[in-house]
Each structure stands twice: as C-alpha cells, then as structure tokens.
C-alpha cells in the first residue's frame, strides 16, 4: 500500500472488512504484475526503439505519448481494443476515487452531524446523492483554467506528506498528534506552493529537484521536530497511532 498511491488507500478505507481489503491487495498486485505494467512496460520500449527520431529531444513528441505512437502503428483493429483498455483503466482509477471521497463524506459528515443513527440502508439513498454532487462538482472544476492538469498536479502535491505520516506513526513511536498535524501541513502547504508557481511558471522547481523531494524532506523535518517537542498522545501499536493520525488528517 505504501509503495503505490492513493488510490490504494481510499479503496481499502472503503472496504466493509479486513480480509476483504488484504485480499483486494493481494489480487491486485497479480493482476497488474501480468497485465497493465507488462503491457506499459514493453509498449515502452518498442516505441523508444522503433520511434527513436519521434520523441523529445531528438523529436517534439513527449515521452509520455509512447503508448499511442505505438497504437497509431497498429492494425485498427488491436489499437481499437487497446484504447477500450486505456479507457476502462481511467474509468476504474476514477470511480476509485469517487468512492473514496463519497464514502468519507457520507460516514465522517452526512452520518456523524446529521443522521448518527442511519441505518447502512437508510444511508443508501445520501449516498447515491453525495456521489452525483461529487461527481459534478468535479466535471466542473475540470473547466477551471489548467483544468485536469491543476486537478492531476495538486492530488499528487497532496500524495506525500500523508504516506510520510503513516510510516512515521509505525516505525517511530515518539511521533505524536501534534508532529503528525504540523508535519501535515507544512508538507502539502509547500507542495501546493511549488505546484502553484511551476503551473504558472514563476519557479520551475523541477528544474532542480522533484517536487515529490521537498515533500518528503519538509514533512519529516516538521513531523520530528514537532514530535521531540510535544508530549506523545499514543504510544500503544502502530495500528493505533494509524488510526489516530487518520483521524487527525481526516476530520
């Protein structure tokens, strides 16, 4: 879970059962193990062999079109069911998301302020509701200038300081509430920051360093010094200081 994204995170916090999440995890690394990485993977490097002259520097085409270069040089027929795999593969990490983000806003705001004692069947209908508004709202945040692109950038500025947090909270026991939070907010804080003036091309920071860099460096700064600072909240099993971090970050 750690190594990938999340993805990963918002689909297991939404699942009804332990097995049923270490399961998912389970089945989900074969499959993309044999299936969408292998197929990435040589599509790759057919297309940096065969297309050497297309791509940046020598060409003007981005690396990052290698897959439909190499479609565009395959019978219709395949390239057609490769893209309906494309397509199926973004559908699915959407809905992920979408998942993620209407269960938590149907437990942790719908349920917690308005109905807490909701059956799982009365809350079945808020559901469906709080799904299409998100949906919605989202279709239309992809109309704000830089559309998708702001969308992509700042999910993935986010990404960072939070699997920093985890890690913290089970291989560090001195991390505390506090650190977590302070840790959490300097972290995304100056991601967001970079994000904003690279898309704007103020300061290009990935002319010096990944983005992804500062993230890690800021947040674990902010996390321990904050924690050696502050009396520790829980000092119990990792599963405990996971759950509380998540909470903290959360609500």
């Given at each position: 879970m750690f190594g990938g994204n999340n993805y990963y995170w918002l689909r297991v916090s939404s699942t009804r059962s332990e097995s049923t999440a270490k399961k998912s995890f389970v089945y989900a690394a074969i499959i993309l193990a044999v299936g969408p990485y292998l197929i990435l993977?040589?599509?790759?490097?057919?297309?940096?062999t065969a297309f050497a002259d297309t791509f940046a520097p020598n060409g003007d085409v981005s690396p990052m079109s290698a897959f439909g270069v190499v479609l565009k040089g395959l019978p219709i027929a395949i390239a057609a069911f490769a893209l309906?795999?494309?397509?199926?593969?973004?559908?699915?990490?959407?809905?992920?998301?979408l998942i993620g983000a209407s269960s938590t806003a149907t437990r942790d705001i719908y349920q917690k302020y308005y109905r807490p004692n909701a059956t799982p069947k009365e809350l079945t209908v808020p559901s469906k509701i709080i799904t299409?508004?998100?949906?919605?709202?989202?279709?239309?945040?992809?109309?704000?200038?830089?559309?998708?692109?702001?969308?992509?950038?700042?999910?993935?500025?986010w990404l960072g300081p939070?699997?920093?947090?985890?890690?913290?909270?089970?291989?560090?026991?001195?991390?505390t509430m506090a650190g977590a939070f302070t840790?959490?907010?300097?972290?995304?804080?100056?991601?967001t920051l970079f994000t904003i003036l690279e898309l704007t091309n103020i300061f290009v920071l990935s002319q010096y360093t990944h983005i992804g860099v500062v993230g890690l460096i800021t947040t674990i700064l902010a996390t321990v010094i904050v924690s050696l600072l502050t009396t520790p909240n829980i000092m119990g099993s990792p599963i405990g200081k996971i759950t509380a971090i998540t909470r903290l970050l959360t609500n």
């Open positions: 993977t040589l599509s790759g490097l057919y297309a940096g309906l795999g494309a397509l199926a593969a973004s559908i699915s990490t959407s809905t992920t998301s299409m508004v998100l949906g919605l709202l989202v279709w239309v945040l992809c109309f704000y200038p830089g559309g998708p692109l702001f969308l992509f950038a700042f999910s993935t500025a939070p699997s920093v947090l985890v890690l913290l909270g089970i291989w560090w026991k001195r991390t840790g959490a907010v300097v972290g995304i804080g100056l991601t």
